[in-house]
C-alpha cells in the first residue's frame, strides 16, 4: 500500500512534537512537510520547517494541525484552496470561528475534533446518554486538569462534553454554559453547565462529567495517561478522512457511534 503524503502544522508543539514523532513509525503516512508559526533554522526528523503556505502544502495528501484557532484557519484557507484533507485538533474556537470552518467543509473534507481518544469520545457518547436518562431532575458539571502549559481553559474536551450534556436534553449548549472557574478546589451545580479548570504539573488530562439530583451524584470519568493516544487517534482520524468526500466530520463518524 502506497503510504499517504502528511503534513503537520505546530511541529515545535507539544502534540506536534508527538504526532512528529509517532510518524516515523507509522506504516501508513510519509511526513512530507512540517510548519511553525517562525522561521526554525534547525531540521526536524529531517525536514526544515516552513511557514503556512501553498508550497508547504502543495505535497501532502493530508494535513494534521493541532495549534491555535487564528493559525487553523490559515491552513484551511490555504487547503481550501489546494483541495487538501485537513484533521484538526486544535480547541478554544468561538462560535463565528466553528461557522467558518463549516464554510470551508463544503469544499475540502474536515475531520474535527476536541479529543482524539477512543476513550474520550465513547465518554462523550455515554454523556449523551447520561444526559438523556437523567433529564432535568439532575444537574450538571465538567472537571478537567491538565499541564501547566495549556493555555485554554475550559479545554476543547470538556467543552465537547459540555455539548454532549446539551445534546442529550436537546437544548442549545451556548444557552446552557454556565461559570467556567479556574484552579478552583471546588465548584458548584448550577441550572446551567460549569466548568472547573484545573493546571498543574505535566499531567496529560483528566476529564469528569457529575450528574447529581442532590440525593446522588453520577461520576463519568477519564484519564490519558499518555500522549501518543492522541497521535494514534489522529492518524486514524487521517487514514479514515483520505477517502471521505467533502463535509465536516468528528471521531463519532470514525468509530461508527450513532
Not at 25 to 54: D, H
Not at 248 to 253: E, G, Q, V
Amino acid at each position: 500500500m502506497k503510504k499517504i503524503n502528511l503534513a503537520i502544522t505546530g511541529c515545535l508543539g507539544r502534540m506536534g512534537q508527538q504526532l512528529v514523532k509517532s510518524s516515523k513509525s507509522s506504516k501508513n503516512f510519509k511526513l512530507v512537510s512540517i510548519t511553525e508559526n517562525r522561521i526554525i533554522n534547525k531540521k526536524i526528523s529531517g525536514l526544515r520547517s516552513q511557514l503556512n503556505s501553498e508550497s508547504a502544502f502543495k505535497n501532502a495528501n493530508i494535513i494534521i494541525d493541532f495549534t491555535i484557532p487564528k493559525c487553523t484557519l490559515e491552513v484551511l484557507k490555504i487547503a481550501s484552496k489546494l483541495k487538501k484533507r485537513v484533521v484538526i485538533g486544535t480547541t478554544g474556537f468561538s462560535k463565528k470561528e466553528e461557522n467558518l470552518i463549516k464554510k470551508y467543509s463544503r469544499k475540502i473534507p474536515i475531520l474535527k475534533a476536541g479529543n482524539m481518544s477512543l476513550g474520550i469520545n465513547l465518554l462523550m457518547y455515554l454523556t449523551e446518554i447520561a444526559s438523556k436518562s437523567l433529564g432535568d431532575n439532575f444537574l450538571s458539571k465538567v472537571f478537567e486538569v491538565h499541564h501547566k502549559h495549556k493555555k485554554d481553559h475550559p479545554s476543547g474536551t470538556a467543552l465537547m462534553l459540555g455539548k454532549g450534556i446539551a445534546v442529550g436534553k436537546k437544548k442549545d449548549f451556548y444557552k446552557l454554559v454556565g461559570k467556567k472557574y479556574l484552579n478552583k478546589k471546588a465548584f458548584p451545580y448550577s441550572k446551567k453547565i460549569n466548568f472547573n479548570s484545573i493546571r498543574k504539573g505535566e499531567i496529560v488530562g483528566n476529564h469528569k462529567v457529575l450528574f447529581s439530583s442532590g440525593k446522588e451524584t453520577i461520576t463519568l470519568d477519564h484519564e490519558a495517561f499518555d500522549r501518543a493516544l492522541y497521535s494514534e487517534g489522529a492518524f486514524t482520524a487521517a487514514k479514515w478522512l483520505i477517502s471521505k468526500k467533502p463535509g465536516l466530520y468528528s471521531m463519532r463518524n470514525v468509530l461508527n457511534f450513532k
